[in-house]
């Protein structure tokens, strides 16, 4: 079977080729890949967004056109700038296009900062963030120790930096020195230095490698883009989390560079850190000379001084033997007196207790007399004291015998609220409260408890009692074994009153 062709479909004799989707899709892919292999373009950053995967996706943009890019995650661990908006860049790459969105894109395999305006722009922008943030509050600078016993120092270990560290160090005053080799510049510098601080951070005093008393981060002169390193955040939060006090020696005198703001000291150049770090051991001893021989002088003059005070007090004290023999002299005569008056102050109390003695009366005689008073006036009372007595006698009884009505009340009551209470806890033991809580009790014939299975004979009648009534059963069956499960489920009288089978 045959078609007609449509009259609106192309002429047979037409040359122009036909392509599916796909297929020009990958030929524009080809086209685009072979005549921009590599390319170097500027512009600023846009959209920048970092994927779960890794990848980093941005656009860049001038004042006419934008340009799509994506960095694949293997790429851009390498990277020497971190992505920002609004960074201007210059980015090396291929052209690429992705075919599912009919887009073109810049895979991108390198990126720097376009020009230095561009990297002292982002030097501002991240100084004013991290001021704002306190790491360069002056409340935050600590004191370096006057003279350290191990000193730390971050640093590339190939260097003429650590050289000429070490070799100011022996001219002031030799120190243990414990140097943290890094790179400082180039991709992984920033990261190796501030693990290098932290590092220098976690050491434990006493430990196996000493911790340091201070810190020295230190490089060489260079351009902006070589000290770069030095500006990275994660250097300059790591300087200012050091519990270490730091001396930045980043660069010549003119260098200036962000860890500068966070270091406690900064140093003109790492000569000078380490001049800073410790001091001159020859002016420390000649110091320390002088300072002896002046506490000599002055412990000289304080003993002089004393030796002659305490010559000028003792002119004016009195010879002592002198003094001796007059005291002795006023005790004998204290010693006089004092026997003198105590044979006067005898005789005194002897003749007033003479005295005393003939004005007191004789026992006998005041005995009688008080006798004589008491019979008269037991005679005169003995009526109303007899009236009194019966008076408060017959009260207490009284008394007494309310208080005796009032006690067996309370007795009364106690004795029947205890009653009450042993009733109420006989009737929560009583087996009638366990058949109301789903339990039966069975009963053979003779009206005994049967508690074990052994005792259901077959053919003996039963009598099982509910908490509501009590109903007869029959045993048709054996026992079960002792070792066998039971089935408990509650039994109750069908609606016609029978009981059924029990087995």
Known sequence: MTTQASPDAAPAGSNLPEFSVSELS????????????????????????????????????DSEAV??????????????????????????????????????????EQMELAGQGALLKLLEDRRKKLAAEGLFDPDRKKKLPYLPDVIGVVTSPTGAVIRDILHRLDDRFPRHVLIWPVLVQGEGAAEQIADAIAGFNRL?????????????????????????AFNEEIVV?????????????????????????????????????????????????????????RMTAGAGRQVADRRERVADLA???????QAIEECAQRLDSWVERLGNAARKLVAERRQRVAEQWAAVPRPSAMLGRRADTAGAVFVRLRPE?????????????????ARLMAAA???????????????????????????????????????????????????????????????????????????????????????????????
């Open 26 to 61: 990958r030929a524009l892919k080809r086209a685009v890949e072979d005549n921009f292999g590599r390319v170097r373009v500027r512009g600023e950053i846009s959209g920048f967004k970092r994927a779960a995967s890794g990848h980093l996706y941005l656009s860049l943009k």
């Open 67 to 108: 340009l799509d890019a994506v960095c694949w995650r293997g790429t851009s661990g390498r990277l020497g700038v971190k992505p920002e908006d609004g960074m201007e860049v210059i980015c090396t790459g291929r052209l690429t296009t992705y075919m599912e969105r009919s887009r073109y894109q810049l895979v991108i």
């Open 204 to 228: 434990e005093r006493g430990g196996a490698v000493p911790r340091p008393d201070v810190l020295i981060v230190a490089r060489g002169g260079g351009s902006l883009e070589d000290l770069w």
């Open 237 to 293: 939060r790591a300087a200012a989390a050091s519990l270490i006090p730091l001396i930045s020696a980043v660069g010549h005198e003119t260098d200036t560079t962000l860890i500068d703001f966070a270091a406690d000291v900064r140093a003109p150049t790492p000569t000078a850190a380490a001049e800073m770090a410790v001091p001159v051991r020859a002016e420390l001893l000649e110091q320390i000379l002088e300072l002896q021989a």
């Open 315 to 321: 002119r004016g004290l009195p010879r002592p033997r």
């Open 385 to 401: 004291l007899i009236a009194r007595r019966m008076e408060d006698g017959g009260a207490r009884a009284g008394d007494l015998g």
């Open 409 to 503: 009340k309370r007795a009364l009551t106690q004795a029947r609220q205890r009653f009450d209470a042993l009733g109420g806890l006989l009737e929560s033991y009583s087996y009638q409260r366990v058949l109301e809580r789903g339990f039966a009790l069975v009963r053979d014939a003779a009206g005994q408890p049967v508690t074990a299975a052994a005792g259901a004979l077959p053919g003996a009648r039963l009598g099982i009692r509910f908490h509501d009534g009590e109903v007869a059963a029959t045993v048709t069956g054996a026992p079960a074994h002792a070792s066998a499960p039971v089935s408990k489920r509650k039994r109750g009288p069908d609606s016609s009153g029978s009981q059924g089978s029990l087995l």
